[in-house]
């Protein structure tokens, strides 16, 4: 429960930071994420790829994605590859943002695509500020919580059903779950498959757990804080599509 409680407590630093610094955006508050998991966590490993990467040359429209998140379990891994987006206003044009053009694909389709052919889970950081009338897909306290997930297949629906037609926030926040469900969901810890079928079915039908076997071996680097050559490990598996790549070590025994 201690992980379950850290992470409320940062996504309730996230609203402040929110607060204080209207306009930060989500590369920001994302940095600011996986530092803090690293303070939370000795066994949260990150490499910030932007910072090493040599060949990084746009950096208006960044990387692809924002993190890949990995969860290194005793028999198997869970891979989650997030886009982040500020959901901040009561209504905006949000459709707009998700429908947002990465050269002549839209970003949502470059996640899915990915996530598809490499068997990883596309998923959407939300960064928001709830208010009363705020409800999620799960009903627990998120007072002051500001960090939200949903599958990319959800948003994609939202950019089918809502074209042309102004999107709340509360709309959006109601197909989420507080990102601290991830550390806090009985059903995350005892069977990660159900949790995903249950909160994610769309999603869930087509993504699942790795094998160890099939765990590239940068994440075991990673996990293990034992790269040799930062380049070398970008520039091998293509990591330069990634900002942040992330791996909690969930092992009993290494």
């Excluded at 407590?9 to 607060?19: C, N």
């Excluded at 600011?32 to 990150?46: D, E, G, I, P």
């Excluded at 601290?180 to 039908?205: Q, R, S, W």
Aim: hydrophobic share 35%; aromatic share 14%.
């Amino acid at each position: 429960m201690i992980v379950c409680e850290e992470n409320k407590r940062i996504s309730s630093e996230v609203w402040d930071f929110i607060d204080n610094v209207g306009d930060v955006g989500e590369e920001s508050l994302t940095d600011y994420l996986v530092w803090q998991w690293r303070k939370l966590n000795k066994k949260f490993n990150y490499l910030n790829v932007e910072k090493h990467n040599r060949h990084f040359e746009n950096f208006v429209s960044g990387a692809d994605f924002e993190l890949e998140l990995w969860f290194l379990y005793d028999n198997q891994t869970l891979s989650f590859v997030f886009q982040a987006k500020k959901i901040f206003k009561e209504y905006d044009g949000y459709t707009g943002k998700f429908n947002y053009q990465n050269g002549n694909l839209r970003q949502i389709d470059v996640l899915i695509d990915y996530a598809t052919a490499n068997r990883k889970l596309p998923f959407y950081i939300l960064y928001s500020q709830p208010n009363n009338d705020t409800r999620t897909k799960c009903n627990n306290d998120f007072q002051d919580k500001a960090i939200f997930i949903t599958d990319a297949i959800t948003i994609n629906n939202f950019t089918q059903n809502f074209r042309n037609r102004r999107l709340s926030k509360n709309r959006i926040l109601s197909d989420t779950l507080p990102f601290h469900c991830l550390f806090c969901c009985p059903l995350m810890e005892l069977n990660v498959e159900k949790f995903l079928n249950v909160y994610f079915g769309d999603i869930a039908d087509n993504f699942y757990p790795n094998e160890n076997n099939n765990t590239p071996e940068y994440v075991i680097q990673i996990a293990n804080n034992e790269i040799q050559n930062i380049d070398s490990i970008i520039n091998d598996n293509n990591l330069n599509r990634f900002r942040n790549i992330g791996v909690l070590d969930l092992r009993t025994e290494k």
